[in-house]
Every structure is written in structure tokens, then in C-alpha cells.
């Protein structure tokens, strides 16, 4: 959770000596050549991540380009937080936009939380303002996550395209056991195998007296845990593994946070494409199967589904949001109670 910042009487300005670069956001300034020589100085209290370019920049006006052969992008750019969860690049404008125009698409970085760059504001006013307006920020976040919001979530099946996707509105409530059950319904999966959600380095799944063989990954039990507890703000993203042996991969987006008012909910908004067939050998596996299919008169066909236990009208194309939503309602009747 983040903290409220308050005014400290001790605080020094960081102003700038003659030939010291300045980053100004907005009204708050930095002195960026201290704070590069404090990280420099303090290498245990800062280390790099790996950062995808263009979720930390987007193409500025303001590049030298007589500057730029002398970049190095594999000198970590700087990311602060100046509102809560919001990271914002400070230094190494020029490295990122080296890297765009060279297809890097990861750059390293060092981010930094407020208790750790605001030392470097260069004025007394600025200390104060930012200060304020952090503390604003956070009351308005803290507002979105009051228990009546819910979560409009993106779930994509990853590896196809036309993309497999639904689009649903939940509790962020939801304990992550029931959520599992809403995703194998909206998607069409028959609940047959194990699963688990990753963030990080961490899965969350229900206990098991075997570690699964995942190497360094941490496991943490989900018994306890919701869908707030992983998707802790807006455009986070997530994994849903389904039937490790297949490897069905799901996305899910935190798209935004919204007035649960009397809205239905969970309820499946839009959707395309119908869910692969259990068992058919993960991506390629299905990939093939459709490929074959394509290939098949209207007797092959149907004695190819046949023999794997399919429909014989089995249609990849197919999505009936309403039909999903009538699915949610009945089954809504059976776990609400439980969850309650």
C-alpha cells in the first residue's frame, strides 16, 4: 500500500551547479547529474530491471541529433515515480529513442520510489507542491479501490490470431479460487486440469505437497488471496496457465476500474473466437488441427471429430455472449453463497 507523504522540516533543496543536467516535470525539477552520482555512489541500495521501451516512452520532439552517435544504450535509463504507481523517464531520453529507432524493444533502468528521488528536487516550493500533489494522487486511487468498483478485465488466449479473447466485469473482491471458475467458463474450458496465476516470479495456485518442478519460481498459495491482491492497479497485466501439459497461456488486462453502481456482475461484455478443444496439443497442436480440418470433405470432417469426441458442428469461429452470460448466471447461483 502507499504511503501519504508529509513536509519534513529538515529538507535541503538540491540545486544545480553550473553545467548540471536538470530534468523539470512540470513544475518539479530534478537535479539528475546528484542523483546519477548517488546511485553511482550506492550501488547496493540500487539495482536495474529489464523495462519494454515503449510502455516507458514514447518518440519526443526534443532529441539532439547531433547527439545521438555518442549514446549508449546499454546505460540504464532513469524511471521515478511521481504519482502513485506511475513511473515517469527522467534521464535517458536519448538511450530509449536510440533504442526504438535500433528494434531494441527491452532497455535496463532504474526505478526509483519517492523516498528515494525527492531528495533531488532543486527548490523548497517544488518539495512542498510535490509533496501535495502525491498525497492527492493517492486519495484518488485509494478512491477507485472502494468495494463499490469493479474490474473490466481483458482475458486472451496468447498465441493465436485472430486473437481467442473475452472481455468480462467482476468484483475485485472475488477470492482467486472463484476467478479460476469464472475464466473456464467465459472461455470454454472444461476445468479438467491444474492451473495456476504467475506475476513476477511468483505463482499463485492451490496448495500442493509437490513444489511442481518450477525451478526458482516462488509458489504462494491462493487459498486466501483475491483478484485485488494481484491486479493491484490499472493496465497491470497477468498470466492464467491452464493444463500444464498443453500450455494454454491466458493474458488478463486490468483495462480499467469502474462504478459498480447496479451493474450484473461477473458478466461477459464481448468476446470472439470459441475456445480449443481440450486435450488437442496446446498451440500447435491446434493449429494443426484446423489446418487438417480445412482440408476435410463434409463425411471426413465428421468422422475426424468424431473420434476425439468433438461436435460435429464444432465452429472455431463461434461466440455467443449471451449464452456465456446465461452459463455465468446459473453458475453464479450455485458459488455466490459459497464465496458469501
Not at 71 to 100: C, M, T, Y
Not at 111 to 131: A, D, G, N, V
Not at 315 to 329: A, G, I, R, S, T
Request: glycine share 6%; proline share 5%.
Amino acid at each position: 500500500m502507499q504511503k501519504v507523504l508529509k513536509i519534513d522540516k529538515n529538507f535541503k533543496p538540491c540545486p544545480a551547479d553550473d553545467g548540471e543536467e536538470v530534468y523539470a516535470n512540470g513544475i518539479f525539477k530534478f537535479n539528475i547529474s546528484k542523483m546519477i552520482a548517488h546511485i553511482h555512489n550506492n550501488p547496493d541500495m540500487f539495482a536495474t530491471e529489464t523495462v519494454v521501451v515503449k510502455e516507458i516512452y514514447t518518440t519526443s520532439p526534443h532529441i539532439n541529433e547531433d547527439h545521438m552517435d555518442s549514446v549508449h544504450v546499454s546505460k540504464p535509463v532513469i524511471l521515478a515515480e511521481i504519482a502513485p504507481d506511475q513511473f515517469n523517464l527522467i534521464d535517458g531520453h536519448h538511450r530509449a529513442e536510440k533504442a526504438v529507432r535500433s528494434g531494441l524493444k527491452e532497455i535496463k533502468a532504474y526505478r526509483l520510489t519517492p523516498f528515494q528521488h525527492i531528495q533531488f528536487l532543486t527548490k523548497q516550493t517544488s518539495y512542498e507542491k510535490y509533496i501535495e500533489y502525491w498525497n492527492d494522487k493517492l486519495k484518488q486511487q485509494i478512491g477507485t479501490f472502494a468495494k463499490d468498483t469493479l474490474f473490466q478485465l481483458h482475458i486472451v488466449l496468447m498465441g493465436f490470431e485472430p486473437y481467442i479473447w473475452r472481455m468480462v466485469q467482476v468484483k475485485p473482491e472475488m477470492p482467486l479460487a472463484f476467478f479460476h471458475r469464472l475464466i473456464q467458463k467465459v472461455m470454454g474450458w472444461q476445468d479438467l486440469h491444474l492451473h495456476h496465476f504467475i506475476k513476477g516470479d511468483t505463482f499463485y495456485a492451490p496448495k500442493m505437497d509437490e513444489d511442481g518442478g518450477w525451478g526458482r519460481m516462488k509458489q504462494e498459495d491462493y487459498k486466501d488471496l483475491t483478484i485485488k491482491d494481484i491486479l493491484t492497479k490499472q493496465h497491470e497485466r497477468i498470466i492464467y496457465e491452464y493444463d500444464f501439459g498443453d500450455g494454454w497461456q491466458h493474458e488478463i488486462w486490468l483495462e480499467k476500474i469502474i462504478p459498480a453502481g447496479k451493474k450484473e456482475h461477473p458478466v461477459c461484455l464481448k468476446g470472439s473466437m470459441k475456445c480449443p478443444p481440450e486435450d488437442c496439443g496446446g498451440v500447435w497442436g491446434y493449429m494443426d488441427m484446423l489446418e487438417e480440418l480445412n482440408n476435410l470433405n463434409s463425411d471426413e470432417r465428421k468422422l475426424y471429430l468424431e473420434d476425439r469426441f468433438m461436435d460435429e458442428d464444432f465452429d472455431p469461429d463461434y461466440f455467443d455472449k449471451d449464452e456465456v452470460n446465461q452459463q455465468l448466471k446459473e453458475w453464479k447461483a450455485v458459488w455466490l453463497n459459497k464465496w458469501k
